[in-house]
Nanobody, 115 residues
Framework: QVQLVESGGGLVQAGGSLRLSCVAS????????MGWHRQAPGNKRDLVAT???????NYADSVKGRFTISRDNGKKTVYLQMNSLKSEDTAVYYC?????????WGKGTLVTVSS
């Protein structure tokens, strides 16, 4: 079993920055994909960014050039540095780990960007 705990969400003005963290515990495989998704009210959950244990990174087009995903394997932590935030980035951000054919999700952290 894998447990994920996100932190770092909050209220920020448009143009500001936030850094999200997600700490994983439990049976973490050395080979996995960690990532962030987000869900705004009334919308489906969308991919924001992923990073594999091998370092392959993918971003949604809407965040390219503004968000940076990284991971610290020793700390079993994935980060999301969010810069130049826009009101449309307002959402609950969820951490995800995909390993051995299973998806594990955190409970989410709310990011609110005021215009």
């Amino acid at each position: 079993q894998v447990q994920l705990v996100e932190s770092g969400g909050g209220l920020v003005q448009a143009g500001g920055s936030l850094r999200l963290s997600c700490v994983a515990s439990g049976s973490i495989s050395s080979i996995n994909v960690m990532g962030w998704h987000r869900q705004a009210p009334g919308n489906k959950r969308d991919l924001v960014a992923t990073i594999s244990s091998g370092g392959t990174i993918n971003y949604a087009d809407s965040v390219k050039g503004r968000f940076t995903i990284s991971r610290d394997n020793g700390k079993k932590t994935v980060y999301l540095q969010m810069n130049s935030l826009k009101s449309e980035d307002t959402a609950v951000y969820y951490c995800r780990v995909f390993q051995n054919g299973f998806n594990y999700w955190g409970k989410g952290t709310l990011v609110t960007v005021s215009s």
